[in-house]
């Protein structure tokens, strides 16, 4: 499917309601809908999950995929980091040849980037993966990749799927079977982990069935496109313990944010971080964390001269006091490239000076690396909601957030002296020859 209609949604798949220009924005919508209808989606999709009627579809990407070294340029898309190793996952691109559609990037397409070594490869996963898909949430426990919700052909999901990421070889299983209430089917939610527990919190999707805790907004909107059920923001904290394989709902106290997609959550400590998203016509610089042990929300103020309201950005811990806020899009449609750090205990905003203000992101993913950066994947660089063809990026931005390490400097001053230091190199332990080493190889691919 194409998916600038999932993105064209950050909550939806809408525009702002009520914005002058809402009905120019539809009829984008309604000529981006008729993208691809993905590579073989299971027949036993379930019910809940759009059908689309009689459109032609383009061909899957795996056809239009020339990328050799590096991968495709994408946005939507999910990245997560174990050992060293950062793993990129869906989202959609540009069709080449195809005016403004839109296609997802393969569902057996697994990229890997090592952080050492500045490496890209390709692997291809196997299992049961029904689709490919964008806006999904990625998170990383012990190995292990977990894969909740998302946009397809057919509209949002609810499924949940695990890739361990440690086994000789890449193999997606689909979690069945799990007791309690799930989520509802939606995309662009954030996550937040703790004592081998997932926390769902957000989203933009279809209206839960059953008796969930917390608030889901309809959008107006949402109802007026292909006879859709319709779809709205939520608020709604799930989680799912991994020991139990149960999903259950806490019971709030404080200061509830509203509902709201496309925000950015992070964990530090015992404490789940959100910040901004979308809500109706609005995007949000607001800031709350919930108490993952009692369960309580606190409000945190923003001062006027901190980071403005904005969706599709990133909020990545570095430390156990600092998060590292950067780019997304503005209620007024500017795609932005600003960086932040909010610092936990003081509950303070300083702007972070940087290199890549002329490289605006929004709808990225970005990973703290082992040596204090931040490693930013892909997303788009203009506005991804006009007439114009979106400017998907494959390009990794890398912030040194944090002061290097004495075994980076050192690491370092050994690849600079390399020629008289060489000798001495197998006197080293066998984990920092092996670092070393990687590191090497990336010396020598410069320029090349």
């Known amino acids: 499917m194409a998916e600038r209609m999932a993105e ?138 977990y894969l909740f919700g998302g946009h397809h052909a057919r509209g949002n999901t609810n499924r949940i799927y695990r890739l361990p990421l440690r086994a000789p070889s890449l193999v997606w299983e689909e979690m069945k079977d799990l007791k309690g209430l799930p989520p509802s089917c939606k995309d662009k939610l954030g996550c937040w982990v703790q004592k081998n527990r997932l926390i769902f919190f957000g989203g933009y999707g279809y209206a839960a069935q059953g008796a969930h805790q917390g608030t889901f907004e309809y959008d107006e909107s949402s109802s007026l496109v292909w006879d859709s059920p319709g779809r709205g923001w939520n608020n709604h904290i799930h989680i799912l313990d991994l020991e139990t394989s149960t999903w259950s709902q806490p019971i709030t106290t404080g200061n509830t944010p509203s509902p709201r997609a496309a925000h950015a959550c992070a964990t530090v400590g015992n404490r789940g971080y959100v910040f901004g998203g979308r809500y109706k016509n609005y995007r949000l610089n607001d800031l709350y964390y919930i108490d993952l042990d009692t369960w309580e929300w606190h409000e945190m103020s923003v001062p006027q001269q901190g980071p403005v309201g904005r969706s599709w950005h990133s909020f990545t811990p570095v430390s156990p006091d600092h998060i590292f806020l950067f780019g997304g899009f503005t209620t007024e449609r500017e795609t932005l490239s600003d960086a932040w750090l909010y610092y936990v205990s003081k509950n303070e905003w300083k702007p972070f000076k940087h290199s890549h203000t002329e490289r605006p992101r929004l709808w990225h993913t970005a990973c703290s690396g082992p040596d204090g950066e931040v490693f930013v994947f892909g997303g788009c660089a203009n506005n991804l909601l006009s007439h114009h063809r979106a400017a998907h990026s494959n390009e990794l931005l890398v ?45 020598n691919t410069l320029g090349s």
């Open 8 to 145: 064209m949604e950050e909550d939806m798949g809408d525009l702002p309601p009520g914005e002058d220009d809402n009905d120019s924005d539809r009829d984008e919508d309604d000529r981006l809908f008729a993208w691809m209808v993905n590579d073989d989606m299971d027949e036993d999709e379930e019910d809940d999950e759009e059908e689309v009627e009689d459109e032609q579809p383009l061909d899957t990407e795996a056809s239009e995929s020339f990328e050799l070294d590096s991968p495709a340029e994408r946005s939507g898309h999910i990245a997560v980091v174990d050992r060293n190793i950062m793993y990129v996952w869906g989202g959609y691109k540009n069709a080449q040849n195809h005016g403004f559609f839109d296609l997802y990037l393969p569902r057996n397409e697994i990229w890997t980037y090592n952080m050492e070594s500045g490496v890209w490869a390709k692997h291809v996963a196997g299992g049961n993966l029904h689709t490919s898909m964008s806006g999904s949430c990625g998170v990383c426990v012990d190995g292990v990749l």
């Open 399 to 443: 912030f040194n957030v944090q002061p290097k390490s004495l075994v980076r400097f050192c690491m370092e001053a050994i690849l600079q002296h390399r020629d008289r230091l060489s000798s001495y190199w197998d006197c080293l332990p066998k984990h920092l020859l092996h670092s070393l080493k990687q590191r090497m190889a990336r010396v």
